[in-house]
């Protein structure tokens, strides 16, 4: 009576053990018994395996029982390996970017956006359920939200089955993305970092800082889209949250009121004394931010005038006799600048290189005006050197002389003076149209307004376009690729499982 009593306890306790793992998905109401009916079911299943362990003794003495009973502990044992791996892995994420681009990781400067924000927001992703960017941009979302101190949260809907969603913001294309604060919100068109981070910058700065372009003595031209001009930087700009205006300061006859930062790009034609008097005035009476491009050989006036605040511009052009610059296909003109100061400009810069086409060097002013702080922020390399012939230039002849400047050579500078900030480059094509996209070039000359601009939050290695890297093979090594995995693999697996047959065979 006592047995069938625990035979039927047993059936029980598996039915109990059952429903508690079903309970929280069939009444997720009930969910708070789950425990209850897990631990009474465990119970009476124990207390029916202890009844029974005399008529299972003899059973599990045959060999192929214990064989069987072997393979079913090391496969529970893996089950629950495999379920601990999972549950930690739900707590504790961790990625691995193997790509040469890192372009399924975060770059520096979102991660930096995101640790700072002091609002909420909120991402909304209008996809297809069955589009193939969804996929992606949930991948970001869930990124994003992890670095954000739980500030960013997200959801992804499909704009045919809630059109009312889609009107209230305007949606008029698949794949659109809206980040929102309550005071305003921004749209980013595709599931790309650069342009969800930039919508993310709109969306949670207060209005924008306007950016003058000094224009009229032959500078980069903002609206020009050839090598030359100016509309990549300007366009760089405008994603970074500033808006862009040309300064024509002959007409002006001063800085407008609402510059938050000025930027001189390469005049080749000397500016007049009262466009220089206007520049002063707007750096020492209202603690201006400047960034002057000079380039080699030109803009005398504006080389003289910059002395007054720190700056010595060399006469010369900087030629490099580093490798690296060789290796890479550039000129001797043309230089790989990998040296920087420590300053907030060039803080996150470290390992990535600049280049800078062109240009000339810069030193301090030996004394230095009153007030003034001068300091390098990159240098050449030691086997560059200032070349001041100029005709030697011109016939395309180029060797150190005794009394060049050896480097390595400062080819950018801050100087600052109580709340005035100024920047000088020797050359301006490290900006332009043909250098912007160059290696580091667009976060330097970005991190350089963002620190004019008192912006330094803002300071960092910007999201690269995601870009295919395609594998070249020649011919012996794309048949290795397939003769190793479909050929030889495969050739000694078969081979091991005929050796092995034999042997069984040949032991019997």
Do not use: C
């Amino acid at each position: 009576m006592i047995r069938r009593i625990l035979d039927w306890g047993g059936y029980a306790g598996l039915a109990l053990l059952a429903a508690g793992a079903i309970l929280p998905f069939a009444r997720p109401e009930w969910a708070h018994y789950r425990g209850f009916l897990l631990v009474a079911g465990a119970l009476l299943v124990l207390a029916w395996l202890l009844a029974s362990v005399e008529d299972y003794r003899a059973f599990l003495g045959r060999r192929a029982t214990r064989y069987g009973l072997n393979a079913a502990i090391m496969i529970l044992l893996v089950l629950g390996v495999t379920g601990l791996v999972q549950a930690l892995s739900v707590q504790h994420t961790w990625r691995w970017d193997l790509t040469e681009s890192k372009r399924f990781s975060l770059s520096p400067q979102t991660i930096q956006v995101l640790g700072s924000l002091k609002t909420e927001v909120s991402a909304v992703g209008f996809f297809r359920s069955d589009q193939p960017g969804k996929r992606v941009a949930e991948d970001l979302f869930k990124q994003y939200a992890r670095y954000s101190n739980g500030r960013l949260t997200w959801k992804s809907v499909d704009p045919d089955r809630e059109p009312a969603l889609a009107r209230r913001y305007g949606i008029e294309s698949y794949g659109t993305i809206v980040l929102e604060t309550k005071s305003k919100s921004e749209k980013a068109l595709d599931p790309e970092e650069e342009k969800l981070t930039n919508a993310l910058v709109k969306v949670t700065r207060e209005g924008k800082r306007v950016v003058y372009v000094v224009q009229g003595h032959g500078e980069h031209e903002l609206t020009n889209s050839e090598r030359a001009g100016f509309s990549e930087a300007k366009a760089a700009l405008e994603r970074t949250n500033y808006e862009v205006k040309p300064l024509v300061l002959v007409r002006e006859g001063k800085v407008p009121a609402d510059a938050a930062v000025v930027i001189v790009p390469g005049p080749r034609n000397d500016l007049l004394q009262p466009e220089l008097d206007a520049l002063d005035a707007y750096i020492d009476k209202r603690d201006g931010k400047v960034l002057v491009m000079v380039n080699p050989f030109q803009g005398e006036a504006l080389r003289k005038h910059l002395q007054k605040y720190g700056f010595a511009l060399g006469n010369d052009l900087v030629v490099e006799a580093n490798p690296i610059g060789r290796l890479l296909g550039f000129e001797p003109y043309v230089l790989v600048v990998q040296q920087y100061e420590r300053h907030p400009i060039t803080r996150d810069l470290g390992g990535v290189m600049t280049i800078f086409p062109m240009t000339r060097s810069i030193g301090p002013v030996t004394p230095q005006p009153k007030g003034m702080s001068f300091d390098p922020l990159a240098r050449s390399s030691p086997q560059s050197w200032g070349e001041t012939n100029r005709a030697e230039l011109d016939r395309g002849v180029a060797k150190p002389d005794p009394g060049d400047p050896k480097g390595p050579l400062t080819v950018a500078a801050v100087a600052t003076r109580d709340k005035a900030r100024l920047v000088v480059y020797g050359t301006s094509t490290l900006a332009s149209n043909q250098g912007l996209n160059l290696q580091g070039n667009r976060d330097f000359f970005l991190n350089t307004v963002s620190w004019l601009a008192e912006e330094e939050d803002q300071i960092s290695i910007r999201p690269k376009d995601a870009r295919q890297t395609p594998v070249f093979m020649n011919p012996n090594q794309a048949q290795v690729v397939f003769l190793l995995p479909v050929v030889v693999l495969p050739g000694v697996a078969l081979l091991g499982g005929i050796v092995a047959v034999v042997r069984r065979r040949a032991a019997k």
